[in-house]
């Protein structure tokens, strides 16, 4: 049986589909959000609260010694889709602000 190349680019296709959408279910641990968090802010993180996400973001509240941040990974299907683009040569980081910052790109901290 030979397949025609239409079948066989829809098949890639449909996989590559179900691929992305089983990441989409997988959220960051608490550890792992602790570690990104101290990585980009440079000192160590006590606590992480107010965990929430979106198909495409996890945001939560970074609080260390000098202050609460907060904090955004892409995660889900946009995080999938960054480590398949690197070739997983790069992972997601997380982008900190001090809580109460005006301007800043994560919106839901209004």
């Given at each position: 049986m030979k397949l025609y190349p239409p079948t066989t680019r829809f098949a890639l296709l449909g996989a590559l589909?179900?691929?992305i959408a089983g990441c989409s279910n997988i959220k960051p641990t608490e550890d792992h959000l602790k570690t990104l968090?101290?990585?980009n802010l440079g000192e160590p993180v006590?606590?992480?609260s107010n965990v929430r996400n979106d198909s495409m973001t996890t945001y939560y509240i970074a609080s260390t010694a000098s202050?609460?941040?907060n904090c955004s990974v892409p995660s889900g299907a946009s995080?999938?889709?960054f480590?398949?683009?690197s070739f997983g040569m790069m992972k997601p980081a997380a982008y900190c602000q001090p809580k109460g910052?005006?301007?800043n790109g994560l919106t839901p901290f209004n």
């Amino acid at each position: 049986m030979k397949l025609y190349p239409p079948t066989t680019r829809f098949a890639l296709l449909g996989a590559l589909i179900i691929g992305i959408a089983g990441c989409s279910n997988i959220k960051p641990t608490e550890d792992h959000l602790k570690t990104l968090s101290e990585t980009n802010l440079g000192e160590p993180v006590k606590r992480i609260s107010n965990v929430r996400n979106d198909s495409m973001t996890t945001y939560y509240i970074a609080s260390t010694a000098s202050g609460d941040y907060n904090c955004s990974v892409p995660s889900g299907a946009s995080g999938g889709m960054f480590a398949v683009a690197s070739f997983g040569m790069m992972k997601p980081a997380a982008y900190c602000q001090p809580k109460g910052a005006r301007g800043n790109g994560l919106t839901p901290f209004n």
